[in-house]
């Protein structure tokens, strides 16, 4: 250990004076603001330089204890996006749904037909070979084969089977079934045949007749058509006349049968019956 | 005392407390870790009392001129650890000088601490007894580069000292 001279002892003990002196002076008044505001402008200068050099390293560093954190903390607002995407999509869905079912109610409201509102649980043709979908409704809710299943707007198929609880829609665009359809504008017969997403080809039942562009085809009258009359099919997109003139339309459907969602069964209407039953409401479950 | 020396004084508190202010004391918060401290320990490990001293007092009064509390609270600490040093001072090896001059400025740190709490700027006590012990650790880590750097630095011809400090000498006692 060193011995301190007295001369390093005297200026020891009068640096401690001076250093209590300017604490007793900065806390008893304002006497050393100026020069506080002076040295602080000063250095904040020079701060200010200094960041400008070393700042990019002194975030580095900051950020190298939370590296971990931010990498679990950047997976939990993964995982948080998904979830809030889910519920837009849950939520717009829901908007959709409210809509149809508006549309479903309107359409038992103009046509007296007793609905039953359904909703599509599982899609055929991604499963199967056939195009169908199945309903979460079945006998117990009064659905019975060869029922007319409709979006509201159009057509969709027709009860297949059911089950308690469940039922089969073989869709009306099913390349394999064909639909008694009546062209709203001449009131000409035809069949209309499913060709899938391409929707549907209209042969008329008269080879000869008109049928033009923009022509709307429904569900023909009774007899002509296993389906309940008067829902909207399609319209026709383009026509085409062969050597020996038969007509044959291709026609959009009204109904996307990729993109059925909410659907109600006519539940008063009979297999290859379409009754005119009396008008009632819709009885939505 | 040479032109020289004073500017590098000048120098060597200006640098600390700029990277104090903008790399130490942001990266190693809440822990008060303090270069200018440590920078003041190992100039009086090298030095000795008399410059630890003077050093300390001028490096503080800056640093506490610099700082919104009352000033004259670092100049003391500060001047301790000039003096704490440079009397204690064994010019060992850079490891054993190292870990004196942490844990003297680390103990400052914390005595600044509860003068702050005392002059009622801001901290607890709570804080400065917690923090007591990683500011050592991380003073001692500091010191490690500071002392050894500071050791060439002051040992250099244009900054070393003008003449010898007498109580370098080791005077034995007579022998009859």
Known sequence: ?285 | MTRARVAAAMAGIITALLLQATLIGPVTAPVPVCLPAVVVAAVALVDGPATGMSFGFAAGLVADLGSPHAAGILALCWLGVGLVCGKFAQRRTVRRDALWAGIVSGLASSVAALLLVLVHRGGTAADAIVYLVPAIGADVVLALGAVALLRRMLHSEPLRAPHPVFTELAVGPHRG
């Not at chain 1, 330089?49 to 190298?64: C, E, I, K, M, Y």
């Not at chain 1, 379409?274 to 479950?285: F, I, K, Q, V, W």
Request: proline share 4%; net charge positive.
């Open chain 1, 1 to 285: 250990m060193r011995r301190l001279t007295r001369r390093q002892r005297v200026a020891a003990i009068v640096l401690a004076v001076v250093a209590l002196c300017f604490i007793t002076l900065d806390l008893g008044g304002g006497a050393l603001r100026d020069t506080h505001t002076g040295v602080r402008g000063a250095l904040g200068s020079l701060y200010r330089g200094t960041d400008a050099v070393l700042g990019p390293a002194r975030r580095w560093l900051q950020g190298v204890p939370s590296a971990g954190t931010n990498t679990s903390r950047i997976e939990q607002l993964r995982q948080d996006n998904a979830r809030l995407r889910g519920r837009i999509a849950a939520l717009e869905s829901d908007q959709r749904t409210t809509g149809q079912l508006a549309k479903l109610q309107r359409a038992a409201d103009g046509t007296g037909h007793q609905l039953l509102a359904a909703r599509v649980i599982a899609y055929g043709p991604g499963q199967g070979f056939d195009w169908t979908v199945t309903l979460d409704v079945g006998t117990r809710s009064g659905v019975r084969a060869g029922q007319t299943v409709t979006d509201g707007a159009g057509l969709v198929g027709r009860v297949l089977h059911a089950d308690s609880d469940s039922s089969v829609v073989l869709l009306a665009a099913d390349p394999g079934s064909g639909v008694g359809v009546r062209d709203v504008r001449s009131g000409e017969l035809g069949v209309a045949n499913g060709q899938g997403v391409d929707g549907f080809s209209f042969l008329p039942l008269r080879p000869d007749a008109r049928v033009r562009v923009g022509d709307q085809l429904e569900t023909g009258p009774t007899g002509a058509s296993s389906y309940v009359a008067g829902l909207a099919v399609g319209t026709v997109s383009a026509v085409r006349t062969s050597a020996d003139g038969t007509v044959r339309a291709t026609v959009t459907p009204t109904t996307s049968p990729t993109a059925v969602d909410l659907v109600a069964v006519i539940v008063d209407g009979a297999a290859g019956v379409a009754e005119r039953a009396p008008l009632t409401p819709a009885g939505h479950r």
